[in-house]
């Protein structure tokens, strides 16, 4: 059975910096491509982020660019999500999932909250 544990969320003010991690089991996630996607408020799901799998290319839409960072690790079979510069408009549940997303391996996600 897959598994996938998101951590790393909080709180933070405006320009302030997070990492979220994604941990697997059940699940090699170096064999796909992964993805990150978040969920504001009263809105549905955008895609933020995906790593290839292989050589780990990665793909931002345009509003992260230059402000967040997806690697992976591995060894560990876990995905990062190196968040800096934070904005108010970053605030949401974040996920990770298999791109594209598979409906059975949604988690609880992590809140990360930008406010001042």
């Known amino acids: 059975e897959v598994h996938l544990v998101e951590s790393g969320g909080g709180s933070v003010q405006p320009g302030g910096s997070l990492r979220l991690s994604c941990s697997a089991s059940?699940?090699?996630?170096?064999?796909?491509?992964m993805s990150w996607v978040r969920q504001a408020p009263g809105k549905g799901p955008d895609w933020v982020a995906t790593?290839?799998?292989?050589?780990?290319?990665?793909y931002y839409v345009d509003s992260v660019k230059g402000r967040f960072s997806i690697t992976k690790d591995n060894a560990k079979n876990t995905i990062f999500l190196q968040m800096n510069n934070l904005k108010p408009e970053d605030t949401a549940i974040y996920y990770c999932?298999?791109?594209?997303?598979?409906?059975?391996?949604w988690g609880q996600g992590t809140q990360v909250t930008v406010s001042s």
């Open positions: 059940g699940f090699t996630l170096g064999d796909y491509d």
């Open positions: 790593i290839s799998s292989g050589p780990g290319t990665t």
């Open positions: 999932n298999e791109d594209p997303p598979d409906a059975d391996y």
